[in-house]
C-alpha cells in the first residue's frame, strides 16, 4: 500500500519528526535540520535503490510519491546548509548540486527540473505519466545519479561529524599528544598553574580518547 508523500517523508525524518514538514522546520536551528536532513536524503535514496522496478504489478503511485518525498528531502538539505554559513558545508553541496546539473537532462525526463539556486521543482503532471523505467535510469541500485547522491552524503556527513570532534582532517587516528592526559600533581585537578578545563575541553578529551585506537563510524 503506498502512503501519502507525507507519509513517506515522516518515515524519512524519523529521530526528528518536526523536520518533516515546514511549519515544524520553523524555529529549529540550521545546525540541527542539517543532521537530519541529511539522514533524511540518504533514506529517500535507499528506498528508490530498493524499489522493485521489474515489478509490473508494483503500485506506480508508490514510486511517484518516493521520488516526491526525495526531492523535498533535498530542497530541505540545500535550506539548512545554507542556513549554516559554513564554507567545508558550502563546498559539499556544491559537488552535490553539481551533480544534479550533470544528470538535469535524465532528471528533466521524469519532470524534474534543477534550478539555478540549486534546489529540484517537480513537474507534476510530467512525474506521474514518467514509467519506471525511466525512474530506475536514475534511481536503481546500479544507476550513476542515485549512487553519486548518497556518496556525496556520506561524504557530507563524514565531514560535519570530523569537524564538530575536531577530528584531523587527512588521518582517522589520534596522535599520541592529543591522547595524553593532562599532567596532574597527584591530585584531582590540573597542575597547579595551569587553567582548569572547560566542561567543552573535558568532553573533547574524553571523545578523543574513546575515539583514539578505534575506527570512527560516520555514517548517517
Avoid: C, W
Amino acid at each position: 500500500m503506498s502512503l501519502a508523500v507525507s507519509g513517506y517523508m515522516r518515515q524519512f525524518y524519523k529521530g526528528n519528526l518536526f523536520g518533516a514538514s515546514a511549519s515544524g522546520r520553523n524555529g529549529q536551528p540550521s545546525h540541527s535540520l542539517l543532521s537530519a536532513d541529511l539522514k533524511a536524503v540518504r533514506r529517500a535514496v535507499k528506498g528508490l535503490s530498493d524499489y522493485d522496478y521489474d515489478d509490473k504489478e508494483s503500485d506506480g503511485e508508490e514510486l511517484v510519491n518516493k521520488v516526491a518525498a526525495f526531492v523535498s528531502t533535498y530542497n530541505n538539505l540545500v535550506d539548512s546548509a545554507k542556513g549554516t554559513d559554513d564554507e567545508d558545508l558550502d563546498r559539499y553541496m556544491k559537488q552535490l548540486k553539481k551533480l544534479s546539473k550533470d544528470h538535469a537532462e535524465e532528471l528533466a525526463d521524469i519532470g524534474i527540473t534543477v534550478q539555478s539556486s540549486g534546489k529540484l521543482k517537480i513537474d507534476d503532471r510530467t512525474l506521474k505519466s514518467t514509467g519506471r523505467y525511466q525512474v530506475s535510469k536514475l534511481f536503481a541500485s546500479d544507476a550513476e545519479y542515485g549512487k553519486g547522491v548518497e556518496n556525496q552524503i556520506k561524504n557530507t556527513n563524514r565531514m560535519v561529524l570530523r569537524n564538530r570532534l575536531n577530528v584531523p582532517k587527512r588521518s582517522t587516528s589520534v596522535s599520541a599528544v592529543e591522547t595524553q592526559p593532562p599532567q596532574t600533581d597527584g591530585s584531582d585537578g590540573p597542575v597547579q598553574g595551569t587553567a582548569p578545563d572547560t566542561e567543552d575541553q573535558k568532553l573533547a578529551r574524553q571523545l578523543v580518547q574513546a575515539l583514539a585506537g578505534s575506527v570512527v563510524n560516520y555514517s548517517v
